[in-house]
């Protein structure tokens, strides 16, 4: 069983387009994470939630929207994609502040 | 100065080598203490969680050192397998929900 789950694992896409990506957890975690990895695999908080409320922004562009419908889930949206929004991007989900299990990334590319 | 830095890396080792990787971070009071292992094209696996009073886990040993803001990880008898980037892991801010990442340093183990 596919403990945290994100779709799609690739997507490619043009500049201006908006785009989703989705994840859902069924380890019981009550917080869960999105990040950014960039090309220097330099990887980046972007999100967190605790149980379903929004926690921690870190000055990411209002372009971003996370929304968590449930615990178990929290989606992704990004409005008029830039090639700098380029990278992968992970979601992860733990108990607060212990050990976070991660999804498998989404590698998305703008062109 | 960053909040988490890490040795720059890489190392390229001997099978059977040890190894260790450094780790600081800045803020006195962050929370839990973590390495992860990310092997390339995948996502971030916890390794180990780091304690004051140490940790092991067969080859490989944690130690936290709060007065000096210091983390590090010993491998021993290192493996072709333990090639990856090691990810030191901080948790801060209230609730410990803010989670940062160092840069990692990439381990290469050659036969």
């Known amino acids: 069983d596919t403990a945290v789950s994100q779709t799609p694992k690739y997507l490619v896409t043009q500049m201006g387009n908006d785009k989703s990506i989705k994840c859902e957890q069924n380890?019981?975690?009550?917080?869960m994470y999105w990040y950014k990895q960039d090309s220097k695999k330099f990887l980046k908080i972007m999100f967190s939630y605790n149980n379903k409320e929004l926690i921690i922004n870190e000055t990411v562009p209002n372009r971003f929207s996370p929304k968590s419908p449930d615990k178990a889930h929290l989606n992704l949206h990004i409005n008029s994609l830039e090639l700098g929004d380029s990278a992968v991007y992970f979601c992860?989900?733990?108990?607060?502040?212990?050990?976070?299990?991660f999804g498998p990334g989404t590698r998305l590319t703008v062109t | 100065r960053k909040e988490v830095e890490q040795d720059p890396g890489p190392f390229n080792v001997p099978e059977g080598a040890t190894v260790a990787f450094n780790c600081t971070y800045s803020n006195s009071a962050s929370q839990s203490f973590f390495w992860y292992r990310q092997d390339c094209r995948k996502e971030p696996k916890l390794l180990m969680s780091v304690y004051s009073s140490g940790n092991e886990d067969g080859r490989f040993t944690a130690q936290l050192n709060r007065a000096s803001q210091y983390i590090s990880l010993l491998i021993r008898d290192s493996k072709l397998s333990d090639s990856a980037t090691y990810l030191c892991?901080?948790?801060?801010?209230?609730?410990?929900?803010?989670?940062?990442f160092g840069a990692g340093t990439r381990l290469f183990v050659k036969a």
């Open positions: 992860a989900s733990s108990h607060i502040s212990y050990e976070q299990y």
């Open positions: 892991v901080v948790t801060t801010g209230t609730g410990g929900f803010k989670t940062i």
């Open positions: 380890l019981g975690h009550d917080t």
